[in-house]
């Protein structure tokens, strides 16, 4: 029996999670898989301010930072589909939030602390952990920011195995929350 071809995805793609967690790295491999063009939300931050996030951080703060964030969240959220690796801290904000909720399937992507703290020690490129310790940091923002994440439509722990498994367990999940948003569709 031959299996029907999955539609493309309707939909933004967004995946959240704390830094480190591999939203930027997974989200490549996931919109080749779905044929999405990916943007990088940090990376659309960058280009928009025309500076990295560290000289935004140290020359502008975090507010404005965020200011900037939420409004390049609205505007790749209100294009044609892609797959979105959110910032961290996106979730943050309500409005984004709303947005997404309105305009994405959104995909929360857990991790053990101590695998993303390993991870994010390996460069020293963040703002949010210059001079602090990694676990106690991602400890504090999993504290206020977990609550937000799980909003997600979906959760999947990534934890340490490949970029791989991640986008087959991501992808595996999402065909399920499609298929039942279709058959709730179907019904109504």
């Not at 797959?83 to 305009?103: C, F, K, P, W």
């Not at 799980?150 to 959760?155: C, K, Q, R, S």
Request: charged share 30%; aromatic share 4%.
């Amino acid at each position: 029996m031959r299996r029907r071809a999955n539609p493309p995805p309707r939909r933004t793609i967004a995946l959240v999670g704390l830094m480190g967690v591999g939203k930027s790295s997974v989200g490549r491999r996931l919109a080749n898989r779905l044929k999405l063009p990916f943007a990088d939300g940090d990376v659309e931050i960058e280009a928009a301010a025309g500076m990295t996030i560290a000289e935004i951080f140290a020359s502008m703060g975090e507010g404005e930072f965020r200011a900037g964030e939420a409004r390049v969240m609205r505007r790749l959220l209100e294009g044609p589909p892609i797959v979105l690796a959110t910032g961290g801290g996106a979730m943050m904000n309500a409005e984004t939030r709303a947005l997404l909720r309105e305009r994405a399937d959104t995909v929360w992507l857990r991790a053990d602390l101590g695998v993303i703290a390993e991870r994010v020690a390996r460069r020293d490129t963040r703002p949010l952990l210059r001079g602090r310790d990694p676990r106690e940091v991602l400890t504090g923002l999993a504290e206020t920011r977990y609550p937000l994440y799980a909003e997600a439509d979906l959760t999947v722990d990534v934890g340490e195995g490949s970029h791989g498994q991640a986008v087959d367990a991501i992808h595996r999940e999402l065909r399920r929350h499609w298929r039942r948003k279709r058959r709730a569709e179907t019904k109504t």
